[in-house]
């Protein structure tokens, strides 16, 4: 059987196409990714990376409070809510949480899911190729791409040790939780992510670290400026993150950094969080560059503000495009994009 639409990845961009096109009577089959330890270790585990992230306060719609009524009442029995209310009862939703109400939503429209990964896809010929990690072949006549990026982290031992226990690579999706207020925070990094996340967590931190390899930032000027004239920001040149430290109750309590000037000195740092700002990589192997990327890696929109790739049929949305915005708000908005462009795609070549 030939699918109609395949979408390949099960972040807020996947999800959000999934609602359209199952909506349109488009019978979306949904590849939301393999439940690997490769994946785990990838951050590329389904529900992409909100799943990663602890309380989402950014979503438009979901006010900080108790959720648990709802969560119960929306969602499966046995998935909701995640966590205690009674231990934290004013809290907004989590990314987790937040990705099982878009998959439940995209499932009760009918969104066939199944969770296996494509590590191959044929987009030479039409209908489109694809098989799976789980050996499943599969044809379709277009193809939603929404397969997110990971943050690059340095791949340090303590490093995931204490991820969501203080090491994070979203200052934006995390900084303001209470764990971090009014502690010393460091930032690893010199573009101008590692310059965002750091001016950014000054709100909330007393005091901002910023390690950086060498002895100038790649960032832009303007936030390069931003960050060396901020009071709460100090910077430690020629230096790389050691070991990331902590313990068990607390999570992360601070850093060891070590000079690339002189190997021999170190120095810990005291500290209640841990944000890479190193960059990210877009999911996009499996497509062995037949499609066209831009010079960062990332999917191109070949025509702006429609998510058309090089491919006529393959639409991308989400992370996987986006290398500036990154948000799930903005995922989401360009995963209707795309089922929308798919649909009205698959009708002007006369496929009902
Ligand atoms: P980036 O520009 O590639 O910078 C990555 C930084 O991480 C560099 O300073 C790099 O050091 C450092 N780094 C990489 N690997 C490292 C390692 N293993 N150990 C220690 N340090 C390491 O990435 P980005 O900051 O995420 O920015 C990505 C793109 O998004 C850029 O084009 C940026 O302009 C854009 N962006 C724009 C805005 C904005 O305009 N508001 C905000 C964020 C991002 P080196 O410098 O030594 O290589």
């Not at 799976?132 to 982290?153: C, F, K, M, P, S």
């Not at 909330?204 to 936030?223: L, N």
């Not at 999570?251 to 810990?268: A, L």
């Not at 190193?278 to 503000?305: A, R, S």
Request: with cysteine; aromatic share 8%.
């Amino acid at each position: 059987m030939t699918e109609r639409v395949v979408i390949i990845g099960s972040g807020p961009a996947g999800w959000a196409s999934a609602i359209y096109t199952a909506r349109a009577n488009l019978e979306p089959l949904v590849y939301e990714g393999a439940m690997t330890e490769e994946n785990r270790q990838m951050g590329t585990l389904p529900l992409g990376q909100l799943a990663l992230t602890t309380e989402v306060e950014n979503y438009p719609g979901f006010p900080a409070g108790d959720m648990s009524a709802f969560l119960d009442d929306a969602l499966k029995e046995g998935t909701a809510p995640y966590r205690d209310p009674k231990e934290d009862p004013h809290r907004a939703v989590t990314g987790p949480e937040l990705m099982e109400l878009m998959r439940q939503q995209a499932v009760g429209f009918g969104t066939r899911v199944k969770t296996d990964d494509v590590v191959e896809i044929d987009l030479s010929s039409h209908p489109f190729k694809m098989k799976t990690l789980g050996g499943e072949e599969t044809e379709a006549l277009a193809v939603i791409i929404a397969t997110g990026a990971r943050a690059n982290y340095l791949g340090l031992e303590s490093e995931d040790r204490y991820k969501n226990h203080g090491v994070s690579a979203c200052a934006v999706c995390d900084g303001a939780l209470p764990r971090f207020r009014g502690k010393p925070l460091v930032v690893v990094g010199g573009g101008d992510s590692a310059m965002e996340e750091g001016d950014f967590l000054t709100k909330f931190a007393s005091k901002v670290y910023m390690i950086h390899r060498r002895d100038e930032f790649r960032a832009s000027k303007i936030m390069a400026e931003r960050v060396l004239a901020n009071e709460k920001i100090e910077v430690k040149w020629n230096s790389v993150i050691d070991e990331v430290l902590g313990d068990d109750e607390s999570g992360v309590t601070g850093v060891r950094i070590r000079s690339t000037v002189d190997e021999s000195q170190t120095e810990e740092l005291d500290a209640a969080g841990y944000f890479a700002a190193i960059g990210h990589t877009p999911n996009v192997h499996f497509l062995n560059g037949q499609i066209e990327t831009n010079e960062k890696g990332y999917i191109q929109w070949v025509t702006p503000f429609r998510t058309y790739t090089s491919v006529e049929g393959v639409f991308a949305a989400g992370d996987v495009a986006d290398d500036y915005y990154r948000q799930a708000i903005t995922a989401a908005g360009s995963g209707c994009m795309a089922a929308l462009d798919a649909e009205r795609w698959l009708a002007a070549k006369g496929f009902e």
